[in-house]
């Protein structure tokens, strides 16, 4: 099972981790943390060091509620960040948090290597194309509605049903226009209440059905720190757990704000699984 990034392949037979790089001022747990070049450089090269295949960039909160920003403010965010980036780190693999088509083309011309669509297209109707023209890998998570709305959203009779519906008609589309490199995401946290996340992550395995890699994006989530009665900035611990589960569950990649705990995970695991 292989990704095609930039002309490297990415063997996803032994699980990958995906470092998060907010560039906002608001996103949940690190909004506003990156606020000059340096402290972006170092954040990357630290990622990098701990064993971060990806580098996930995003410029746009997609927390619960989170404001509207406009295509100009988001590409004027993320543009000067990915180009800092691969100035100083040329063969980092950069993914782009992005729903936007415009934002996806003009990342990708600028040496982006995956896009990451909250909204599998769903939010713009020229995001699959883009990707198509660009054979870029593309990373398509469940959710209804929009950042603002999907919480209101979370009324299914069966959720791993619709989900697994969901996502059938989003490859056949996505196969349709040529996109060769998916990835799935169930979307912990998007338009699901918090024991729905744990009924997904219980039988996130039937999603393999789909023969396609699956990615978890668990890190810090109000799913990791409720139950725990605790907050984003104590929910390492508990993220670790849930990164395990994953793993056992068929996550072919993790995308964390803690490399090196995420990658111990991983090791930890092949040892119980050997022939991987």
Known sequence: MTINCKGQ?????????????????????????YKNQQEILSQVELMLAEGATFI??????????ADFVSVKEELARIIPVVDLILKHF????LSIDTFR???????IENGAALINDIAAGSLDEQM????????????????R????????????????????????QKVHQARSLGINDLILDPGFGFAKTTDQNYEVLQKMELFQMLELPLLAGISRKSMVYKPLHSNASEALNGTTVLNTIA????SKILRVHDVK????????YNKLNPSI
């Open 9 to 33: 392949l990415i063997d996803l037979a032994t699980p990958k981790v995906m470092g998060i790089l907010n560039v906002t001022p608001n996103s949940f747990f690190d909004g506003g943390k």
């Open 56 to 65: 996930d960039v995003g410029a746009y909160s997609s927390k619960p509620n």
């Open 90 to 93: 040329p063969k980092a693999l």
């Open 101 to 107: 088509s415009e934002v996806a083309q003009l990342t």
């Open 128 to 143: 699959m194309a883009v990707v198509a023209k660009h054979n870029v890998p593309y990373i398509m998570m469940h959710m």
């Open 145 to 168: 509605g929009t950042p603002q709305t999907m919480q209101t959203m979370t009324d299914y009779k069966d959720i791993v049903k619709e989900m697994l519906f969901y996502f059938s």
């Open 247 to 250: 793993l056992t569950k068929g």
């Open 261 to 268: 705990e995420a990658m111990e995970c991983i090791t930890l």
